[in-house]
């Protein structure tokens, strides 16, 4: 006998407000197969009123089997779902910037050149990323220089240092896309990339600190490690590689 389940859930729904977190949760009992008794708050003393009289801070809330189980994140948790702790840590803005510059790498590798098989895809790869690493700095320099104080050997010498640097990998990283004036691009990715390589290397592999790493800007939640190391070494091999090709040129 097939049982339907069934929960009620509470929401604000106004003229000048529809609460997301309730349009999710509606969502996500359906998709669990729940048939929603949805019930609307449609005024802020309706909504005070529920509040007050289940005791709760906040909406929507959700109620199954006469159980209240909660706002959204309390309903993900209840259906297994992984719900990030306040200040934990987190790769997935890195895998988000490395995964994206990649694939436009090899879009731009198919378009424009007509193969994958050439040393400009990896270029772009590695020139791009440099590029959205930047990006994620410059939304608020003065917070990324001041995380990046934590741990960097110049910095801690020359403040300032912090506050130029996102300028500088972005600079780099866009002259480096076009390939254009490897002369200013290469010194400065070698530069950069090198003092960082060693800060990151001396602050966790010697010193053994745990820090958060400013690499894709100051709020970020990715531990201080492999993914800084590699981003200041990717920045080293294109700095020597595209000055070699200057050389050679």
């Known amino acids: 006998m097939n049982m339907t389940k069934s929960a009620k859930l509470y929401r604000m729904v106004m003229e000048d407000h529809l609460c997301p977190y309730g349009l999710k949760s509606k969502d996500l009992l359906e998709r669990k197969g729940y048939e929603v008794e949805d019930h609307h708050l449609t005024t802020r003393e309706q909504t005070d009123a529920f509040k007050e009289e289940h005791q709760v801070k906040t909406t929507p809330q959700t109620f199954i089997n006469g159980e209240r189980i909660g706002g959204f994140e309390a309903l993900k948790k209840h259906f297994g779902y ?45 020139a791009i990323s440099m590029c959205f690493l930047a990006v994620q ?50 010194p400065i990715a070698l530069f950069i990339g090198t003092i960082g390589a060693v800060s990151v290397f001396k602050a966790v592999y010697i010193d053994k600190r745990e820090l958060k790493c400013a690499c894709v800007g100051g709020g970020s939640n990715v531990p201080l490690g492999f993914v800084s190391l590699t981003e200041n070494l990717m920045m080293i091999v294109m700095g020597l590689w595209m000055g070699a090709k200057a050389l050679a040129g």
């Open 137 to 186: 700095k410059l939304q608020d320099v003065e917070r990324f220089s001041t995380m990046f104080l934590n741990y960097d050997l110049l910095a801690r010498k020359w403040v300032p240092y912090g506050r130029i640097y996102p300028f500088g990998e972005a600079l780099a990283g866009i002259l480096m896309v076009g390939g254009i004036l490897s002369f200013i691009s290469a």
């Open 82 to 126: 992984h719900v990030p702790e306040k200040g934990e840590t987190s790769y997935i803005p890195v895998i988000a910037i490395f995964s994206v510059a990649a694939l436009m790498a090899v879009a731009m590798g198919i378009g424009v050149l007509g193969t994958l098989a050439h040393i400009r895809v990896f270029e772009w790869f590695i």
